[in-house]
């Protein structure tokens, strides 16, 4: 009778919510925000894209760029991880002037991790960089300096440090890093793995909503 009393209990709790499932979930408006209107930095069709506001002179965005790389291996290839620096004055404009032009100039992929340290383990930029500065930098990959200080003024990465900027103003980012998931959702978590948490259920649930159609 104890056995039989058991068995119905636990069948019983199967058609229970599951609590801790629940309890996992992030909730809006704490552990993330929805942007009204929000739209990716750089959309493509049946992609989901994650976008990182982050800046080179940033300690805690250097400590977050393998904890980034290593979280992008765990997810569908339906997942784009896109950096996007921040553009909020002062160095912040000259290191994502760098970025922009290390874009440009086909150089980004092996200068990128090398520029995180420079600035916080070798000590060899300083976080308010001077053109030259990063021309000589840069010139260690392979681009001329002159050529790399012409592209740091060219209009084109002008035009894409005033779309970074609105980027970051539409999705109310004020600090690095910060993930925007699908350009619909401002991550806000309690510490870098948290963030990745909740990124990794934004994704699970864009997903969902791009195979019902939304």
């Known amino acids: ?3 039989l009393l058991s068995g119905l209990l636990l069948a019983a709790l199967a058609f ?3 609590p801790t499932l ?5 909730v809006a408006g704490r552990d993330y925000v929805e942007i009204p209107g929000g739209k990716p930095w750089a959309a493509r069709p049946g992609r989901i894209e994650v976008a990182e506001l982050f800046g080179y002179s940033c300690p805690h965005c250097a400590h977050f760029e393998p904890m980034l790389k290593e979280w992008k291996g765990r997810q569908g290839r339906d997942v784009d991880l896109v950096p996007v620096p921040a553009v909020f004055g002062g160095y912040w404009d000259a290191w994502a002037r760098a970025y ?3 874009s440009d100039l086909g150089v980004l992929a092996r200068s990128h991790d090398a520029v995180f340290a420079a600035i916080h383990r070798n ?8 053109a030259q500065e990063l021309a000589a930098f840069y010139s260690r990959y392979g681009v001329d300096a002159e050529r790399f200080r012409a592209a ?5 990465v002008d035009a894409r440090m005033r779309q970074a900027r ?3 103003v539409a999705s109310g980012v004020d600090a690095t890093p910060t993930l925007i998931v699908a350009g ?10 948290d963030s990745l948490r909740i990124a990794e259920w934004l994704v699970a649930h864009e997903r969902q909503a791009l195979k019902t159609g939304r």
């Not at 000590?123 to 001077?130: D, F, I, K, V």
């Not at 740091?152 to 084109?156: G, R």
Request: aromatic share 8%; net charge neutral.
């Open 100 to 102: 922009f032009a290390a």
């Open 1 to 3: 009778m104890k056995a």
């Open 152 to 156: 740091l003024a060219d209009p084109s």
């Open 22 to 26: 629940a309890a996992d979930a992030p």
């Open 123 to 130: 000590g060899e930029l300083p976080r308010n960089p001077t």
């Open 16 to 18: 229970l919510p599951g």
């Open 184 to 193: 619909r959702y401002r991550v806000r978590g309690s510490s870098l793995e």
């Open 166 to 168: 609105e980027f970051a």
